[in-house]
C-alpha cells in the first residue's frame, strides 16, 4: 500500500527489515527502485519526511489512566465515526490523519478485521497490530484509491492534507473532518456537517 511520495510512477516499495515484533517491523528501511530514496523504519514509524509534536504518554496503547468522562468520551467518538465513516464489515484500511490518530483503538474495537493507517500521529501514539504509522512531509505517501474511509484530524485541516486524503479515498466512500468550516477537495461532495465535524463522500 505504501509509496515514494516523489513523482514518479509508482512502483512497489521494497523493504528491508531490522528489528521485528511478531508480524510489526520496528526498525528496518523502504526503499524505493525509482529514484532510489530511502525511508528509515524506526520504533515502528517509516519516515517520509515531516515532523510530528512531540509528547509524553502513550494514548494508543491506554496506559495513560484516564477519568470515567474522558474513557466515555472517547467511546462515543469512536461510536460516531464508525457511523459517519458508514464502515461495517472486515477487510480494507482506515486513514487517519494527525491527531485523528488517537480514534484507532476506538475504532478497531468496534470494526474487526480493518487496519488502521496513522499519518503524523502525535508522537505518544505507539504501532499496534491494528495501526501502523507513518510520517509524512506534504503528501500522503499510500497508493491512489486504497482506504476505505479517512479521518482528517482538527489538526490537519490545512492544505495539503484534504486533498491527500481525497486521492487515497476509494470512489463512493467517506472522508470524515473534525473541523465545519472547510472546502471540499476536488471530487468529494458534502454530505452533513455539525458538532465539530463536516462529512463528504468521494463521487
Not at 528491508?16 to 526498525?27: I, K
Not at 524505493?32 to 523504519?41: D, F, G, H, S
Not at 470515567?68 to 472517547?74: I, K
Not at 490545512?158 to 471530487?187: F, I, K, N, T, Y
Request: hydrophobic share 45%; proline share 5%; aromatic share 4%.
Amino acid at each position: 500500500m505504501l509509496r515514494c511520495p516523489e513523482p514518479h510512477q509508482l512502483e512497489f516499495l521494497v523493504l528491508s527489515t531490522g528489528e521485528m515484533n511478531g508480524r510489526m517491523v520496528r526498525s528496518g528501511i523502504a526503499g524505493c527502485p525509482v529514484c532510489r530514496n530511502e525511508y528509515l523504519i524506526v520504533n515502528g514509524v517509516v519516515d517520509f519526511g515531516g515532523e510530528v509534536e512531540r509528547g509524553t504518554r502513550n494514548v494508543a496503547r491506554g496506559t495513560v489512566e484516564r477519568g470515567t468522562r474522558s474513557v466515555e468520551r472517547g467511546t462515543e467518538e469512536a461510536h460516531t465515526l464508525q457511523a459517519l465513516l458508514d464502515l461495517s464489515g472486515p477487510g480494507g484500511f482506515v486513514v487517519l490523519v494527525g491527531a485523528a490518530s488517537r480514534h484507532a483503538v476506538g475504532l478497531a474495537s468496534l470494526i474487526g478485521g480493518v487496519h488502521f493507517v496513522g499519518i503524523n500521529a502525535p508522537a505518544d501514539i505507539e504501532e499496534l497490530p491494528v495501526l501502523s504509522l507513518l510520517r509524512a512531509g506534504r503528501s500522503i505517501p499510500l497508493r491512489p484509491s486504497i482506504a476505505r474511509g479517512v479521518v482528517v484530524g482538527a489538526d490537519s485541516v490545512g492544505a495539503p492534507w484534504l486533498d491527500q486524503a481525497a486521492a487515497v479515498l476509494l470512489r463512493g466512500r467517506r472522508l470524515v473532518v473534525e473541523a465545519e468550516s472547510l472546502s471540499a477537495p476536488a471530487g468529494v461532495r458534502e454530505l452533513a456537517v455539525g458538532q465539530g465535524l463536516w462529512v463528504g463522500e468521494k463521487g
